[in-house]
């Protein structure tokens, strides 16, 4: 896992593994496969009320695979000097998101339910919540 400079264009979806059945689908993650890093944690977000707004914030070190496992939304991502949206609707498909991206989740469906692998446990000291203040870190001369 290395760390590259802070960039928009370091995000990117993943294409994960579909294998088809009649029986259904089946998609799976592998660390270092998939997942350009080793996972240490899982989450998900669901049953978010209509017009909300979720995450609104950045990592210091963490890096994410983001999956819409059911239904739809959106993730603006914004690294302080471009910002570019994704509309997550695939169980198969993984928005990364390496260290030092802004990030804001919104337009989700009924029923959606987001999934995230992370990097690392849980930290609160990772993260910037206040979003002058993740500019002041990624822009310091401006």
Request: net charge neutral; hydrophobic share 35%.
């Amino acid at each position: 896992m290395k760390n590259q400079p802070p960039n928009i264009e370091n995000c990117r979806i993943i294409d994960l593994p579909k294998i088809s059945d009649p029986r259904g689908n089946l998609t799976f993650v592998e660390a270092g496969r998939h997942a350009p890093f080793p996972i240490k944690r899982i989450y998900y977000l669901y049953d978010v009320p209509g017009g909300s707004t979720r995450a609104g914030h950045a990592h210091k070190s963490l890096h994410q695979l983001m999956i819409a496992m059911s239904g739809s939304f959106d993730v603006t991502l914004d690294d302080g000097f471009s910002k570019q949206k994704f509309h997550l609707n695939r169980s198969y498909y993984g928005l990364y998101i390496p260290p030092m991206i802004w990030r804001d989740l919104d337009n989700f469906s009924s029923g959606s339910v987001c999934m995230v692998l992370a990097s690392e446990y849980f930290d609160e000291g990772d993260y910037y919540r206040d979003y002058e203040q993740f500019l002041k870190v990624v822009r310091p001369s401006q």
